[in-house]
């Protein structure tokens, strides 16, 4: 491909765990990379090894998001695939949630996913190539954990949004997918992790439905890059 035709990625989320093994996967190939997200220091570490440009954002402000999404319309012209890696993990029984702690779940899982595909799709149903759009989920969507109750409630709306604007949007060649991790070995999870490892009895209820390859270690560090491969494949199938 010459310059003028490399595909361009938006990764939000990206200084995290699967963010930046999607950054590496697709910088490895050549993509124009945006980074976009609210550590700033942990979004340049990234990008001074992928070469990717850096955009600070937090994508609960659908503002922020419109401008991020102009600035690449500016500057590049086009904007190929999109993934939203922007999310949270509160373990908790609903009895036990505040109001704030399950509006902000509801915020930093399913409305940034919203502002990003409301966003992206309105750039990409213009555009004669289309574009894809990739959300993450949650295997807590579809199965009962105990105290997920916040988080698979989020998840579920991303799953929700997702197949509802892959009908929307499938006429104008934009294609909307969602992938459903889950516990990865990133930052993210560490502290649940280390709290897994000294309560065994939470662990097995927590995997009591699960298979037995997702039962194995959740440290282990080929996860992320896991991930990362079926996003890259989602966001752009010559990548």
Do not use: W
């Amino acid at each position: 491909m010459t310059n003028e035709n490399l595909p361009v990625m938006l990764i939000v989320g990206g200084a995290g765990g699967i963010g930046s093994a999607v950054a590496r996967k697709l910088a490895a190939r050549g993509a124009k990379l945006i980074l976009a997200g609210r550590n700033a220091e942990r979004l340049a570490a990234v990008a001074a090894e992928t070469g990717a440009e850096t955009f600070p954002l937090d994508a609960r402000d659908s503002a922020a998001v419109d401008a991020l999404i102009q600035s690449i319309q500016t500057n590049h012209g086009r904007l190929d695939g999109i993934v939203n890696c922007a999310g949270s993990i509160l373990l908790k029984p609903a009895h036990s949630l505040t109001d704030q702690e399950f509006a902000d779940t509801l915020a930093t899982n399913l409305t940034t996913a919203f502002n990003l595909l409301r966003a992206a799709a309105r750039m990409m149903m213009k555009q004669s190539v289309g574009g894809s759009i990739v959300l993450c989920s949650s295997v807590a969507a579809r199965r009962g954990f105990v105290n997920h109750e916040a988080i698979a409630a989020a998840k579920a709306g991303v799953e929700g949004l997702a197949l509802a604007a892959a009908a929307s949007y499938a006429r104008f060649g934009v294609r909307v997918n969602c992938v459903a991790p889950g516990l990865t070995g990133t930052e993210l999870t560490k502290s649940l992790r280390h709290v897994l490892k000294q309560k065994p009895k939470l662990r097995q209820q927590l995997t009591k439905n699960q298979n037995l390859s997702q039962r194995k270690s959740f440290s282990q560090k080929k996860r992320p890059q896991l991930k990362a491969q079926s996003i890259k494949q989602l966001l752009h199938k010559g990548l």
